[in-house]
């Protein structure tokens, strides 16, 4: 039976391009990559190019990820560099339900065996919904290089995202997954230790292979008591290795529910993640406003002919106030944003108008002259609520509040004043180990020493992050 393969969208993010398409060479080739590389299992859906712009790129990948259709994998390239313009992992972060670290890993891994200078990309990668979110550098070496690291592995990530029953694609364990990919332990072994032989402190096997016992676990002897000293230890771990996604779901089942805190809508809310759905408390607009500099007018079934001159009795400015109410045969002049005044149907643009008579000073109009028969009911109005109905819900349960979604000010528009969310887990740190010294001790290591690196680079993540870290300093082994 033929299987429908994975559907990819490719983002091509660049100004240059998006003036100039036919100059964009990374489009063309990520899609060799997945016709020649990935055999039958992919299908690019779709390719399209857009500026350096956050909110171009949130546009175009939200598009394709809350729609009906979207596709199992979305590939960006451009915009993962330290220019001013590189703004794509700003944009694509946010809007993550999910962090994929190891799809990181895999291609800053890989680049970085071919050139040092991949230090300098930013990628990030994650799901949102159902769809996993790659991106790649903007050079087309770069982004092809980077693809080909991860794509082996992308098809069961994409599957998993879905909503594949893991408990069934993981039956045959780790080694069918890797057969099934066409990868291999041992290699991706031997090009992890190679990556980390200046960073990793912990291993002394750098650039070779993955440790290998020569003899049989059965013909070992096996203490019955764990607690026993190194003598007398166990040989084999007695414990049964279990996957990945079965050690995430013991943490998350064994992680206690986070508390649910009230807090003013305010900017502490960054990084916050909504407990509940959150509805407007007032309509936006509140009140029927114009949307041009012009005339308000009041319009009939009955009415046949707009043109002709037409006293001005009132002006309605864009500020709080009352408005005199307005009679047939009357307009008002008004502002963008103003409130219509009561009576009012409709608003002629000032590009339709003449001024007919004028205030002996000549600021003032005294008379119009409107020159079209056109406008119709509604005309120019933005009605209440047109924006956000009362009571609408405009947040949902699990959104995260960020610096460049909008989700502040969209609670700000509505009159929210307070909202539930998850208080946010304080994290502590801890490194272990008797080798293990403070990065900061002044002097040279002795030997056997090792500087304490993990601790701060993962209380700078964390505060990063946007949660507070208790730094628990470092533990002997005894």
């Known amino acids: ?28 080739t990520l899609t060799d990559v ?41 590939i960006t390239t451009g915009g993962t ?37 991949a230090v300098m990309s930013r990628p990030v990668a994650g799901v949102r919904n159902k769809t996993i979110i790659i991106t790649l550098p903007g050079s087309p070496k770069g982004a092809k290089e980077n693809l080909q690291a991860i794509l082996k592995q992308l098809p069961h990530a994409c599957k998993q995202a879905a909503g594949e029953d893991s408990r069934a694609a993981h039956k045959g364990g780790v080694k069918a997954l890797e057969e099934q990919a066409g990868v291999g332990s ?6 992890h230790h190679e990556h980390h032989r200046h960073s990793h402190h912990h291993s002394g096997c750098h650039g070779h292979a993955t440790p290998k016992a020569h003899t049989n676990v059965h013909d070992r002897p096996v203490s019955n008591d764990p607690n026993e000293g190194p003598a007398q230890r166990h040989r084999e771990s007695p414990y049964p290795m279990i996957s990945v996604d079965e050690a995430l779901k ?3 089942d064994h992680t206690p529910s986070p508390k649910i805190i009230q807090v003013p809508v305010d900017g502490n809310l960054v990084g916050c993640v909504l407990a509940e759905d959150v509805q407007a408390e007032e309509p936006v607009p509140a009140f029927r406003a114009s949307i041009v500099d012009g005339y308000a007018i009041i319009l009939t079934k009955e009415t046949t002919t707009i043109k002709g001159v037409y006293p001005v009795v009132s002006v309605s400015h864009a500020r709080p106030g ?12 008004i502002t963008t944003g103003a409130p219509l005044p009561p009576g009012a149907t409709s608003v002629v643009m000032l590009e339709d108008t003449i001024i007919k008579t004028k205030t002996e000073n000549g600021q003032e109009e005294i008379e119009i002259e409107i020159l079209t028969n056109d406008i119709i009911p509604g005309e120019n109005v933005r009605e209440v609520g047109s924006d956000v109905k009362a009571g609408e819900t405009i947040l949902r349960k699990g959104e995260m509040i960020t610096t460049v979604g909008g989700e502040f000010g969209l609670l700000a ?38 500087r304490d690196t993990n601790r701060p680079t993962l209380i700078a993540a964390v505060r990063g992050w946007g949660f507070s870290v208790i730094d628990l300093g470092i533990a002997s082994d005894k």
């Open 1 to 28: 039976m033929d299987v429908e393969p994975l559907t990819a969208a490719i983002l091509i993010i660049s100004d240059t391009a998006f003036r100039d398409p036919p100059t964009d060479k990374a489009g063309p």
């Open 34 to 74: 997945f016709n020649q590389d990935g055999g039958s299992q992919w299908r690019v859906s779709d390719t399209q190019i857009v500026p350096d712009d956050v909110v171009a790129i949130q546009r175009r990948v939200t598009g394709w990820c809350d729609g009906e259709h979207n596709p199992n994998l979305i």
């Open 81 to 117: 560099g330290f220019t001013l313009k590189d703004n794509t992992p700003e944009a694509i972060g946010p809007l993550l339900h999910k962090h994929a670290t190891g799809l990181v890993h895999g291609m800053l891994a890989a680049s970085i065996n071919i050139t040092p200078f």
């Open 186 to 191: 041992v290699s991706m072994a031997q090009h």
């Open 250 to 252: 013991l943490i998350l």
């Open 322 to 333: 009352d408005v005199p109410s307005l009679q047939n045969g009357q307009v008002a002049r």
């Open 413 to 450: 528009s509505v009159g929210k004043r307070e909202i539930s969310i998850y208080q946010k887990p304080i994290v502590g740190v801890l490194s272990t180990g008797d080798e293990i010294v403070p990065h900061d001790r002044p002097g040279p290591l002795r030997l056997g020493e090792v």
